[in-house]
């Protein structure tokens, strides 16, 4: 595997379910990032680990909830989620966080709640 | 305020014609980076080009060039002799000082080329 992998590819859930999705990435990069991509909307940033400690967080609501258990593998916990989440969920790494680093994405989990 | 304008939200072109995409850019830091990224219909967003504020050196890859100018705060992107593959969302993105390695996107231009 190279670059930056994500699972599920899709993903279909209701309201009530809790599911995880799963970022892996294989470039040895220092830190992650969890962005929301709807439609017609720019993308917007969720959440961003450095050396595996949250630095940001944008008032993402608390029915997300992310995940870093080691510099390679990120996850976004979800559960009561709303149909307004339903979105594209792009993970993406770069060499550290710092201006200078540009970022490497994963292909989307496709998250559709019903 | 730091923020990306991509005033153009689509552009359909026929095969072989040549296209630019513009990206004008606001930030009062005057060290920052500008990028591009391409996101076919797959989904994932694809590196293209980095440029940090101290070059204004234009760059071409191939059929791919962009021209920075910080007269006009401009990172147009311009694709020659367009081909079907080109088709994709373009975006285009700033990170500042004050933003760590966070990126602010512009909200995309999507190009068409048709056959």
């Known amino acids: 595997e190279t670059g930056v992998t994500q699972t599920p590819r899709h993903l279909v859930m209701g309201m009530t379910n809790k599911k995880s999705l799963k970022c892996e990435q294989h470039?040895?990069?220092?830190?992650m990032y969890w962005y929301k991509q709807s439609a017609k909307k720019p993308l917007e940033l969720m959440f961003v680990?450095?050396?595996?400690?949250?630095?940001e967080n944008n008032s993402v609501p608390s029915r997300f909830s992310p995940e870093c258990p080691n510099s390679s593998h990120l996850f976004l916990h979800l559960h009561t989620l709303q149909p307004e989440d339903s979105a594209l969920y792009l993970c993406?790494?770069?060499?550290?966080?710092?201006?200078?680093?540009?970022?490497?994405f994963g292909p989307g989990t496709r998250l559709t709640v019903t | 305020a730091q923020k990306v304008t991509q005033a153009q939200t689509e552009i359909s072109v026929v095969e072989k014609e040549d296209v630019t995409l513009d990206c004008v850019y606001e930030?009062?830091?005057?060290?920052?980076?500008l990028f591009w990224y391409k996101q076919p219909p797959s989904g994932e967003l694809v590196f293209l080009i980095r440029?940090?504020?101290?070059?204004?050196q234009n760059e071409i890859s191939g059929r791919y060039s962009w021209n920075f100018q910080k007269s006009t705060s401009s990172f147009n992107f311009t694709i020659t002799a367009s081909q079907v593959v080109d088709s994709a969302v373009y975006f285009c993105?700033?990170?500042?000082?004050?933003?760590?390695?966070?990126?602010?996107f512009g909200k995309g231009t999507k190009l068409s080329v048709k056959p």
């Open positions: 440029r940090n504020s101290f070059d204004e």
């Open positions: 930030t009062r830091d005057t060290t920052y980076y």
């Open positions: 993105a700033l990170s500042y000082g004050g933003s760590q390695g966070n990126l602010i």
């Open positions: 993406a790494s770069s060499q550290d966080w710092d201006l200078s680093y540009e970022q490497y």
């Open positions: 680990y450095s050396l595996e400690e949250r630095v």
């Open positions: 470039l040895g990069h220092n830190a």
